[in-house]
């Protein structure tokens, strides 16, 4: 069934729909009058809706629904800038369906790509929209927030967290995979988790130094290396993993 979000909204008998989810419910999945669509409210509460009125769309709500679609604690990845337009839209659409809350890109030492000020409101905008979509598609009661920082540092000062790692692609192939391990077996529902990951070509050992220097643990992923955009992913179905799966 589709899923809409309409976060301003509260349940009750007449809720119009914004102009771009009326366009998809109506021109798109061709609605129809009595339909059943679900919908996110206010306070990130999804809704059973029927479909009342196609011009303008117009849904009443039925009853709520209970998910259970978010992880248990809440994740922000913070990548390096990719140089690629493609790997940021990647990151951004995998990581909402694998749970992220926030997903930050930030420049560092070994970053090719430079997102110009004049062009960063658009770029953000666009990666936005590829969150909103997927966290649609996916049933998630929440849309991560895509944002941009200058540097790790911005990250780090702008978003607490109770846990902070970064993806060292050296402790990999030094066979490290305790910090990993313990990091996420330690972690309490409800607490706040921020992984960074290096561009093509990893971070630099002084980016990683300055990081473990302010509280940052440095972990593997396993014993292979990964592409910049496949590392947020693997590292998000671990902590799926731990978080939910494994009781």
């Given at each position: 069934m589709?899923?809409y979000?309409?976060?301003?909204?509260?349940p009750?008998?007449?809720i119009?729909?914004?102009k771009?989810?009326?366009?998809?419910?109506v021109?798109?999945?061709?609605?129809?009058?009595?339909?059943?669509v679900?919908?996110?409210?206010?306070?990130?509460?999804p809704?059973?809706?029927?479909?009342t009125?196609?011009?303008?769309?117009?849904v009443?709500?039925?009853?709520?629904?209970?998910?259970?679609?978010?992880?248990?604690?809440?994740?922000?990845?913070?990548?390096?800038?990719?140089?690629t337009?493609e790997?940021?839209?990647?990151?951004?659409?995998?990581g909402?369906?694998l749970g992220?809350?926030?997903?930050?890109?930030?420049?560092?030492?070994?970053?090719?790509?430079?997102?110009?000020?004049?062009?960063?409101?658009?770029?953000?905008?666009?990666l936005?929209?590829?969150?909103?979509g997927?966290?649609?598609?996916?049933h998630?009661?929440?849309q991560?927030q895509?944002?941009?920082?200058?540097?790790?540092?911005?990250?780090?000062?702008?978003?607490p967290?109770?846990v902070?790692?970064?993806?060292?692609?050296?402790?990999?192939?030094?066979?490290?995979?305790?910090?990993?391990?313990?990091?996420?077996?330690?972690?309490?529902?409800?607490?706040?988790?921020l992984?960074?990951?290096?561009?093509?070509g990893?971070?630099?050992?002084?980016?990683?130094?300055?990081?473990?220097?302010q509280?940052?643990?440095?972990?593997?992923?396993?014993?292979?290396?990964?592409r910049?955009?496949?590392?947020p992913?693997?590292?998000?179905?671990?902590?799926?993993?731990?978080?939910?799966l494994?009781?």
């Amino acid at each position: 069934m589709q899923r809409y979000f309409v976060p301003d909204a509260q349940p009750g008998d007449k809720i119009l729909l914004p102009k771009d989810i009326s366009h998809h419910l109506v021109d798109v999945m061709r609605a129809a009058v009595g339909d059943q669509v679900e919908i996110v409210l206010a306070g990130h509460q999804p809704y059973l809706a029927t479909v009342t009125n196609l011009q303008p769309a117009t849904v009443k709500t039925i009853r709520p629904l209970v998910d259970y679609s978010e992880l248990p604690v809440t994740v922000m990845i913070a990548c390096g800038l990719p140089k690629t337009k493609e790997k940021p839209q990647l990151i951004v659409q995998k990581g909402t369906e694998l749970g992220a809350d926030r997903i930050v890109f930030f420049d560092c030492q070994r970053a090719v790509s430079h997102w110009s000020p004049s062009r960063r409101a658009k770029k953000i905008a666009r990666l936005q929209k590829i969150a909103n979509g997927a966290a649609e598609q996916s049933h998630r009661v929440v849309q991560p927030q895509v944002e941009y920082r200058d540097s790790w540092q911005d990250v780090l000062r702008d978003f607490p967290s109770d846990v902070a790692v970064v993806a060292w692609e050296e402790s990999a192939k030094q066979g490290e995979v305790s910090r990993l391990k313990k990091a996420l077996v330690g972690l309490q529902g409800g607490q706040h988790l921020l992984a960074f990951f290096g561009p093509e070509g990893g971070l630099s050992k002084q980016e990683v130094d300055q990081m473990t220097a302010q509280g940052v643990e440095a972990v593997g992923l396993g014993p292979r290396i990964l592409r910049t955009e496949t590392a947020p992913l693997y590292f998000l179905s671990a902590v799926s993993y731990q978080t939910e799966l494994n009781g």
